[in-house]
């Protein structure tokens, strides 16, 4: 196979990863557009899995890296400056764009364990963690099954439940509580979607690690209205495309060799 024959099939691959954001809104004023929309996507999802992890880097990458962007997406007037990327993510629906994020988690890897978590990750870093010495505990799952309204609404794929995990801590007499909400492809009872959701959460807990530790999600520099939340987003997509390739390699690892290696960059958006 030779370059041009290789380059138009992973631009129609491209296409079909971006099918599943081609109906986000786009709020700037369409006589004003200078970048598409998919072209910043695609440009930031290359971007994070090749190392970037603020919209500096990002730019940076568009720069050097453009003759390669070029292989999925015209960029006909290059890529945007850090401050207009940051801009623009900012103005994104944030619900929306991660309604897009879960429609194509289902469409590449299914529900894991049937369940996907729509609550997000809050962009802080934590103070500390709480022993299990003289802590209890409580958690109490409510699951809803009439989503008829929902799915007319978000079109999520699967779709057949809502559950609610509402989880009290009281260690050393401070009580704190949190609320989760999930949406589910499983249809149980509240007795047996727990345990799923509790196994769940234990992924979910790693991947904030994975967020934090090698992504540095709370130290991007986005930080205008939506758009720390949309990186977020970004950072999620690229964790489950580094996830694919076999191999042993660290996250890490992966990152940096897609960083050097274009080859490899492209096989993990056209897999």
Known sequence: MDDATADCGAFGEAVVFLNHFKDMPDPRQRGKIMYPLDEVLLLALLAVLAGADSFVDIARFGRMKLEFLRRFRPFLDGTPSHDHLDDIFAALDPVQFQHCF??????????????VAIDGKTVRRSGGKAGNGGRIETRTVTVIHDVDWLRKRHGWPGLNAIAMVVSTRETKGVIEKETRIYITSLVMPAHLLGPVIRGHRAIENSLHWVMDMIFRDDECRGRTNHAPANFTTIKHMAHNLLRRPAGKDSFRLRRKTAGLDDAFLASLVTA
């Open 102 to 115: 879960v429609a194509w988690v289902a469409s590449v890897t299914g529900v894991p364990a049937g369940v």
